[in-house]
């Protein structure tokens, strides 16, 4: 079946603008997660969904990153007045269940941020 | 908190021979699966081989192998009969199966392998 998929592939915007980057999970997948991965800082988890639970946002780095899912599936990962730090590749995944005794997450192939 | 650290920036190995990547992690629960993750330059991270914390039976998957010695908290890959195509950047990663951490990965910095013809 489908992997999870990402959009947009890449994305170049200015300093100051906002951005919206888009996941759609495996089907039947009631886990997603963000993470974002820079030079610098390597994998960071950002935030983590799970059915209709509260998410996890411990890993937003400031007001400015905001995600929601909508109806459970697709997920969008918000980032308002870009900063020159945010320019790095916006990683999504999804798994069977947040609880499952696998806990394996199939990644997206991301999208690459670039902040000018 | 957790870490995990992955002491080889890079590593580099001939065609049909056999590498080892190294990975310790940091934590004090005792419920966890570990994982290796590789990345290609596509940038699609590919899930290798998983282990959980509480077997003791180290994971195997054809040409990919883990020792795990849990007391150690040492957690290494092995990839025999290397091919060119295992030519990417391969993550050693944790999860807690509850706790605080609950459904995060925490990766370590992450290893480039180099598989020469």
């Known amino acids: 079946g489908a992997g999870v998929s990402q959009s947009p592939s890449n994305k170049v915007t200015e300093k100051g603008k906002d951005v919206e980057l888009r996941c759609d999970p495996i089907?039947?997948?009631?886990?997603l997660y963000w993470y974002r991965q820079s030079l610098g800082q390597g994998l960071e988890f950002l935030i983590y969904?799970?059915?209709?639970?509260?998410?996890?946002k411990s890993g937003l780095p400031s007001d400015r990153f905001s995600a929601e899912r909508t109806g459970g599936s697709v997920s969008t990962l918000t980032i308002q007045r870009t900063q020159q730090e945010d320019s790095a590749v916006y990683l999504c995944a999804s798994s069977l269940d947040g609880e499952s005794s696998s806990y394996e997450q199939y990644f997206g192939p991301g999208t690459r941020l670039t902040v000018t | 908190a957790q870490t995990v650290t992955q002491s080889q920036p890079e590593m580099s190995v001939q065609e049909a021979e056999t590498v080892t990547l190294s990975c310790t992690y940091d934590?004090?629960?005792?419920?966890?699966?570990l994982f290796w993750y590789k990345q290609p330059p596509s940038r699609q991270m590919i899930l290798v081989i998983r282990?959980?914390?509480?077997?003791?039976q180290n994971a195997t998957e054809n040409r990919f192998s883990v020792n795990f010695q849990k007391a150690a908290k040492s957690f290494s890959l092995k990839i025999s009969d290397s091919q060119l195509g295992d030519t990417a950047m391969y993550f050693c990663a944790f999860i807690s199966a509850g706790g605080t951490s609950y459904g995060k990965l925490t990766f370590g910095q992450g290893t480039i392998l180099t598989v020469h013809p």
């Open positions: 282990q959980e914390a509480y077997k003791q």
């Open positions: 089907s039947g997948h009631t886990a």
């Open positions: 934590t004090s629960e005792n419920n966890y699966y």
């Open positions: 969904f799970q059915g209709n639970s509260a998410p996890d």
